[in-house]
């Protein structure tokens, strides 16, 4: 074979490598594209459940606030009875 052919044949498989790298390539990017996107969509999702809660955490925290007072006047109501002692049982030794 001469050289001239070799080179063709070369410069053939070349080309055809090159157009295969370059669809796979492609085809990658555009996986990367969707998930990126997708990540985009669930990272928003993340932000306004994560603001939801940061409100909802400081709503209960002024109602704590505002009711604590009637929580901690319940809670004395109940600490400021005395509790009767229960008679101790006499054992053998206090009757002797």
Request: proline share 1%; charged share 30%; glycine share 4%.
């Amino acid at each position: 074979m001469n050289e001239v052919a070799k080179s063709d044949i070369f410069f053939v498989i070349t080309t055809i490598a090159v157009v295969v790298v370059t669809v796979v390539f492609v085809v990658a990017l555009l996986y990367l594209i969707k998930i990126l996107r997708d990540f985009k969509q669930v990272s928003g999702r993340v932000k306004e459940e994560s603001d939801r809660i940061s409100k909802d955490l400081s709503d209960l925290h002024t109602a704590v606030r505002e009711q604590g007072a009637r929580v901690a006047q319940a809670v004395s109501s109940f600490g400021s009875k005395k509790k009767r002692n229960a008679p101790k049982k006499e054992t053998k030794e206090d009757v002797e």
